[in-house]
Structure formats: C-alpha cells, structure tokens
Nanobody, 116 residues
Framework: QVQFVESGGGLVQPGGSLRLSCAAS????????MGWYRQAPGQERELVAR???????YYKDSVKGRFTMSRDNAKNAVYLQLNSLRPEDTAAYYC??????????WGQGTQVTVSS
C-alpha cells in the first residue's frame, strides 16, 4: 500500500509562489502515474496536474502556465511548483496516483491559502 505525505503549503499573497512536495512510501512508486489534487471548502476534490510514468504532464486549464509538476523516482517524490497564485487557488492540496488509489490512500494534504 502506497502512502503519501504532503508538505510545503502556507499563506501567500496573490502573485506569490510556493513549492509543494509529496513523499510516497513503497518500492513500486515508479510504475504509477502521479497526480496533484486540490479540494476547496464545499467543493469536490479535483485533479490539477498529472505526470505520467514517462514524464509527460497534464494541467487543468486554470493552472496552465502557472503550475509545474515534476517527479523524482529515485526519491519516491513528486513536486508542484505554484507560481502567480490567485485567491481561487486556495485549497488543501493532495498527491496520489492518477487515477487515485482507494479511499484510504489519501494523505493529510497541505493547505495553500492565497490572500492579501
């Protein structure tokens, strides 16, 4: 069972930047496509970025050009660079495989709050 620990969130002003990190347990991390998801209060969790096993990336339209996802298989880690942050990016951010593993696989997430 792969487990995830997210970090790097915080409070940032509009236009600011953050770098999120996710450490994954398990020795077979490299076989999974990976995703960053976010969930704002009262909303469904949504996929915002995805990186395939081969390193190809996908981004939700609203974050294209602002967010960059990467992976380091040697460290069992994925990262999300968030630039030009907007108040609507405020959410709890989670990593998981893409598509996600079972309901028990979600970590605690890391909170990103964009506010002046």
């Amino acid at each position: 069972q792969v487990q995830f620990v997210e970090s790097g969130g915080g409070l940032v002003q509009p236009g600011g930047s953050l770098r999120l990190s996710c450490a994954a347990s398990g020795s077979i991390f490299y076989i999974y496509h990976m995703g960053w998801y976010r969930q704002a209060p009262g909303q469904e969790r949504e996929l915002v970025a995805r990186v395939t096993v081969g390193g190809n990336t996908y981004y939700k339209d609203s974050v294209k050009g602002r967010f960059t996802m990467s992976r380091d298989n040697a460290k069992n880690a994925v990262y999300l660079q968030l630039n030009s942050l907007r108040p609507e990016d405020t959410a709890a951010y989670y990593c998981n495989t893409s598509p996600p593993l079972g309901v028990d696989s979600w970590g605690q997430g890391t909170q990103v709050t964009v506010s002046s």
